[in-house]
């Protein structure tokens, strides 16, 4: 399902409810904004979260610490989070206007807060040497099971290439995911795939994807595009891997034999 911010209005803006049956998205997201001068608190009785910046200049204290975060642009900066466990209190104070993508699930789990910064990202470049780089982008990594297995989230972000496809080939996991998306440029656009529902992406839009579900991806030509992509671990069954639709699969052989054409016109 894809679901539309036409604005990011001040305060909190929800794109998903972890109780809504519906949604089957089992976290609560949403995205925070405020302007300069502005003091807020987060608070989670049964909730670990995740705050991480998208614009702007904040400083974020908790348990004791304090940080001052910067980020002018999610396309050409590597991004800040802070992973807290339920029961911490965060307060922001902004130095500028800001947004701020807040990831919550719930977890019984205690452990160290901690504030991933920009060159601790994971960054990767994927789709490059194959398919005449169609499907180019760099997807960065904040953290997962890998790097934090009392967690029940995964977060990260992909760069997506103009006129490229992404989350290629397709595949699926039985994890919930959760995709918000910006542009270079408010008109950018392109198109989503899940399951067999084609879904038109916009500035500020998101995807909820059940688990299950295929959800391939493309930009249109002259727009780059940004996504953050947040996972929710099952108990028991936590996303480490994807599960690549077979009738795609000989895409992967790297002597895949590609139709080009016999001449040039």
């Known amino acids: 399902m894809m679901g539309y911010l036409e604005e990011i209005k001040q305060g909190y803006n929800r794109i998903s409810d972890r109780n809504n049956a519906r949604e089957q998205m089992l976290m609560d997201i949403g995205i925070a904004a405020g302007k300069a001068g502005e003091k807020q608190a987060y608070w989670d009785e049964e909730q670990e979260t995740a705050l991480l910046l998208l614009k702007g200049k904040v400083e974020l204290s908790w348990e004791g610490g304090s940080r001052l975060i910067e980020r002018s642009s999610v396309f050409d900066e590597n991004p800040s989070c802070l992973h807290i466990a339920r029961k911490v209190k965060v307060e922001i104070k902004a130095h500028s206007d800001y947004e701020l993508i807040i990831q919550k699930t719930a977890n019984e789990a205690a452990f160290e807060s901690r504030l991933y910064l920009p060159d601790e990202c994971k960054a990767e470049q994927f789709g490059k040497g194959v398919w005449e780089e169609a499907a180019l982008r760099i997807v960065r990594t904040v953290f997962d099971y890998s790097t934090a297995p009392y967690s029940k989230l995964v977060i990260g972000e992909v760069i997506h290439y103009p006129g490229r496809w992404s989350s290629y080939i397709p595949h699926h996991h039985p994890q919930p ?29 998101f995807s909820l994807i059940p688990g299950g579900l295929v959800h391939p991806q493309v930009a249109a030509p002259g727009y780059a595009m940004y996504y953050c992509w947040m996972i929710r671990h099952l108990d028991n069954n936590p996303w480490t891997d994807r599960v690549n639709d ?20």
């Open 177 to 205: 995911e959760v995709y918000f998306y910006k542009f270079d440029k408010p008109q950018g656009f392109g198109f989503s795939l899940i399951g067999e529902e084609a879904c038109k992406i916009k500035h500020n839009s």
């Open 246 to 265: 077979p009738a795609h699969a000989w895409l992967l052989d790297p002597s895949a034999k590609i139709w080009r054409p016999a001449t040039h016109v």
